[in-house]
């Protein structure tokens, strides 16, 4: 089978997106995938045999088009445009749209209707954008992959434990960009409940991004600024040890998509406490992983971190993956998407 | 009942209180007197969650340390039991009533901040001697206080607080005023002297040293709107359909059949719309002789394949039935007699439990006082000049109200004027009732802290003062009169905390329309009143509206 793969970036890019296109070709191992990127921001390392990457088309707006008059010519099973934003060069082809988040939570001006399917990260996306779009084609739900190999339970890092000063302390953890223009993540909501926690308990804000002094002046204006960590930007080959200095990973956002970073703490044996209100809920299997919390409400998300952080203290030893975990893992990635492609090529 | 400062509970008094009580709860009861006869627990029960016996209150915890009577519902129950399972507690009932326990165990007085539901309890905790009462954040549920200096009593009702026998029934002049200014009787006044409503959004304790002690807010409408972000990731009507969806799922928690009050009204379908999904529906409309919204109702129930029931009201049932309302109506009000029909209706379906879509317009903004008071604050001259263009009664008084929020509310909510109030009351009991209301200062408190916009300050008056005094007044005496439990999914403050972001700025109803069939949506706003000026003989009374003549009716029962 062909497949055309419309994507923003994947090899050689950063972050979320960049990683579920990757693991979406990976998944598709018995197709020939020809992937045309918009943006290539690193090296860009071997993609694998069956994926053909159009490195060239990033190089500005006249390679790109380039790159899509030539795939015109081509002939395709089936298209996949992997951002909405991609759209209005895609429908042309009828494609299979993915979206992963807030792209797709407001209304715009967009030729949905055109699209053969919807592929989304989590039901809260589909829904959200069938509801301002009136979509009724066929949805299919796509939840991220996490490779549990890459993680698991580690000893502590001294040298972290003595760079951020944890010793004697109970670590709450939130992996994210600080974006000012979001502000969607719930640093603000963590820090204004750490008043009301022990002491001991400390947060750790992991991520780089334009927010931090506008965070550090809260927690000052809160009194509780000793006790607010910034990591700022840190390594991929740090990123697990990192997590496996948390006692409780918590995140009581209102803009994530899905929430890979909540499979990224589990998979380190760190309990996770995830939002109502956006894709971090079905991350945690509605509850069944990890504690749900409303992210308007203080008194809950404090009431989630004293139960989490109690529990463990009955229970030192009791640090595990949860069960369910492998709901999300590559195998069962690919094995959906197969069938999702499988039926939206027919 | 606690004698915080000597003697002891007359167990006669606390079972007359309780048994003024028994239409709100006709399925179980119950009281309890300590050893000392100091404190005393009284209970009526609907049993809607936990049918069985282990629901009775007042109801102990399985320590035998703490107990509690508790008028309400508590919709995050669940949820809430099974934290408190994680940490080891342990429960003898199915019931919200028990988790109220384990979390005042756990929590002490913050376990208010977790609750999503209505509610009013009392929790003697006899490990300390001392009594922990709350009231939910909105007022959905009643709770009125008398205190003498020697005893507390408290109780769902006024005048179950006076049926003991010990607490005055002298008028308090501050509740006469309020109820011909407003048309209810704003709290914290009751219309009894001796009684006052204790506080939404508060709590306290009472103990034998002290009396009420460590009162603590833990909730404000107003704050809600002044710390919302102004931030929409999500389309505004999206957002507000699937939030609405969460909270009616919320509401359907129960173990009996529910049904929902239907008007050919946008809240109530919406409502509807969503709840027919989940369960099977009952619906019930109202339909007058005069006047009737029954058939787009009825069209509409069919579509969603709902049990419909559309309920014929006529004059001779009016009349037949008036000395009841006024006999369970707990405080005058000139409102609650649709609530009372279709409450009755529901009972005599056999039905204790029913949604309603009250709460729809102050939530979303659908009242015309979302345009007309924040115009009258900013162009007091200008509405002044149409007013008098227009005569209408009330613009004289612009130049003293027009400027203030809190004034302009009053010119457009109020009933009667205050230069009208000797009249009616006498000239004594107005000018005291005026200098006890002090209503301007009595509605600024609903809006400090400032909510910060025009609508928030707009939606938090409406639902501090009209919607708690009067709708949710109402629409509790009225439903309970037939043992009818009626829950509000609009009024529900996790559905505001979530809103509010994008509502600071503007409401907007079409949100909860969009997915309603033409025929309701394209509908102009109407009222869900009742043909009382056709009814009730009502007497012509000069420039006054037929609702004017019915406060006097009603305050003659009263007075």
């Known amino acids: ?346 | 009942m606690f004698a915080y400062r000597s003697g002891a509970i007359d167990r006669a008094e606390l079972e007359a209180i309780t048994a003024r009580m028994i239409p709100r709860g006709p399925d179980a009861g119950g009281t309890w007197l300590s050893d000392d006869q100091r404190i005393g627990l009284g209970s009526r029960r609907l049993a809607i969650i936990d049918l069985s016996a282990e629901g009775t209150q007042p109801m102990w915890d399985v320590q035998r340390e703490l107990v509690i009577v508790f008028n309400g519902e508590i919709y995050n129950h669940a949820e809430l039991r099974a934290s408190l399972t994680r940490g080891g507690a342990q429960f003898h009932s199915r019931t919200d009533t028990e988790v109220l326990l384990g979390l005042y165990r756990r929590d002490g007085a913050r376990m208010t901040e977790l609750l999503r539901g209505m509610f009013a309890f009392a929790i003697f905790d006899t490990r300390m001697r001392r009594m922990f009462v709350a009231r939910d954040p909105y007022g959905i549920k009643p709770l009125y206080l008398a205190d003498d200096g020697a005893t507390i009593r408290i109780a769902s009702e006024v005048k179950a607080l006076t049926a003991g026998g010990r607490v005055s029934n002298a008028i308090d002049p501050a509740g006469a005023a309020g109820f011909f200014l407003t048309g209810s009787v704003p709290e914290p006044f009751t219309i009894r002297r001796h009684v006052r409503a204790i506080e939404p959004g508060t709590s306290f304790f009472i103990d034998e040293e002290r009396g009420i002690n460590e009162q603590r807010r833990y909730f404000s409408i107003a704050e809600v709107f002044r710390d919302a972000k102004d931030d929409a990731l999500v389309d505004p009507a999206v957002f507000v359909r699937e939030r609405l969806e969460e909270s009616v799922t919320h509401h359907l928690v129960a173990d009996v059949p529910v049904g929902v009050f239907l008007s050919a009204g946008i809240d109530s379908s919406a409502i509807a719309r969503i709840a027919a999904r989940k369960t099977l529906l009952h619906t019930f409309t109202l339909s007058f002789t005069e006047f009737s919204e029954a058939p787009l109702a009825e069209r509409f129930a069919r579509e969603l394949g709902m049990s419909q029931i559309t309920r014929v009201v006529g004059r001779d049932e009016f009349l037949g039935d008036l000395p009841r309302i006024f006999e369970r109506m707990d405080q005058p009000t000139i409102d609650g007699v649709n609530t009372w029909f279709i409450s009755k209706a529901a009972h005599e379906a056999g039905i204790k439990l029913a949604l309603s879509g009250l709460g729809g317009d102050e939530l979303l903004g659908g009242y015309p006082s979302f345009r007309n008071v924040p115009r009258m604050v900013r162009f007091p001259r200008l509405a002044r000049v149409v007013g008098a263009l227009r005569r209408h009664p009330k613009a004289r008084l612009i130049r003293e109200y027009g400027g203030t929020y809190a004034g302009a509310y009053l010119l457009q909510r109020g009933l009667f004027l205050p230069d009208e109030l000797p009249d009616i009351l006498g000239a004594d009991v107005a000018r005291e009732g005026m200098e006890r209301l002090q209503p301007l200062e009595n509605f600024e408190r609903a809006i400090e802290p400032d909510p910060g916009t025009p609508f928030g300050r707009v939606a938090a008056l409406e639902s501090s003062l009209y919607m708690r005094n009067q709708l949710l007044r109402d629409a509790d005496w009225a439903s309970m009169a037939h043992s009818v439990e009626v829950r509000t999914p609009l009024v529900d403050v996790y559905l505001l905390r979530q809103l509010a972001p994008m509502l600071a700025q503007q409401g907007d109803k079409s949100a909860l329309a969009a997915d309603l069939p033409d025929y309701l949506r394209d509908r102009k706003k109407t009222g869900f009143f009742v043909p009382m000026k056709e009814w009730g003989n009502l007497p012509p009374d000069g420039t006054s509206t037929r609702m004017r003549s019915w406060a006097r009716r009603v305050w003659e029962s009263f007075a």
């Not at chain 1, 018995?30 to 045999?49: K, L």
């Not at chain 1, 792209?103 to 996306?125: D, M, Y």
């Not at chain 1, 409780?248 to 995830?274: D, H, K, Q, T, W």
Request: charged letters at 25%; a positive charge.
């Open chain 1, 1 to 346: 089978m062909n497949v055309l793969f419309l994507v923003t970036d994947a090899y050689g890019g950063y972050g979320g997106i960049a990683l579920f296109n990757r693991e979406l070709c990976a998944a598709l191992r018995d197709a020939r995938i020809t992937v045309i990127p918009r943006i290539v921001r690193g090296s860009v390392p071997d993609p694998p045999p069956h994926v053909t990457f159009i490195a060239e088309a990033a190089n500005g707006p006249a390679a790109y088009l380039r790159a899509i008059s030539n795939a015109r010519r081509a002939k395709w099973d089936l298209i996949i445009c992997g951002h909405i934003n991609l759209l209005p060069v895609a429908t042309f082809w009828r494609p299979l749209l993915v979206v992963h988040g807030i792209e797709a939570w407001k209304k715009r001006k967009i030729p949905i209707a055109q699209c053969r399917g919807i592929v989304s990260v989590s039901a809260l996306t589909r829904d959200r954008m069938c509801g301002w779009s009136r979509y009724a084609g066929p949805a299919y739900v796509l939840p991220n992959a996490v490779h549990l190999e890459q993680y698991g339970i580690r000893e502590q890092r001294a040298d972290l434990i003595a760079r951020y000063r944890l010793e004697g302390k109970r670590v709450l953890l939130t992996v994210g960009r600080l974006d000012s223009a979001e502000r969607s993540k719930g640093f603000d909501e963590v820090i204004d409940v750490l008043r009301d926690l022990p002491e001991d308990v400390v947060y750790m804000i992991a991520g780089g991004g334009d927010d931090a002094s506008r965070l550090q002046a809260r927690a000052r204006e809160l009194g509780v600024a000793s006790r607010v960590i910034f990591t700022g930007l840190f390594g991929e080959e740090d990123k697990a040890d990192l997590y496996n200095l948390a006692d409780v990973y918590v995140m009581p956002s209102r803009g994530e998509g899905f929430g890979f970073v909540f499979l990224e703490a589990m998979a380190c044996g760190v309990p996770a406490i995830a939002s109502k209100l956006d894709g971090g809920r079905e991350a945690l299997l509605n509850g069944k992983l990890g504690a749900l919390v409303d992210p308007t409400n203080r008194a809950e998300i404090r009431a989630a971190i004293l139960e989490t952080l109690e529990r463990r203290a009955l229970a030192p030893s009791s640090r595990r993956i949860p069960e369910g975990l492998e709901h999300f893992s590559f195998e069962n990635f690919a094995a959906r998407a197969q069938a999702i492609i499988a039926r939206a090529a027919v």
